[in-house]
């Protein structure tokens, strides 16, 4: 299905926050608290790099960001496609 078939009429532009509730179907507290899972796991894996020039375990930057591990490998395994 289009974007354009699921976004409601009479708008001619949607917001890109609308664009990606209809993609994703989360509410705004979920997309933030995923956008600021990510920023965490994101900043403690490139401090961890920056202290010690190696690429860090994932547990090792769950534990520093303080999210699941899980997380950190959904992110990592997310990231691993635009490369």
Known sequence: MSEA????RGSAVAHSSEVQ???TGRSDGRN?????????IIAAA??????T????TVVAV?????VSV????SILAMLSHFS
């Open 32 to 40: 933030r608290r995923a956008a600021e899972t990510r920023r965490k």
């Open 53 to 56: 020039s190696t690429a860090p």
């Open 21 to 23: 509730m209809v993609e």
């Open 70 to 73: 899980r997380s950190v490998s």
């Open 5 to 8: 078939a699921v976004l409601p």
């Open 62 to 66: 769950a534990k520093r960001a303080d």
């Open 46 to 51: 490139k401090e961890m790099i920056a202290e």
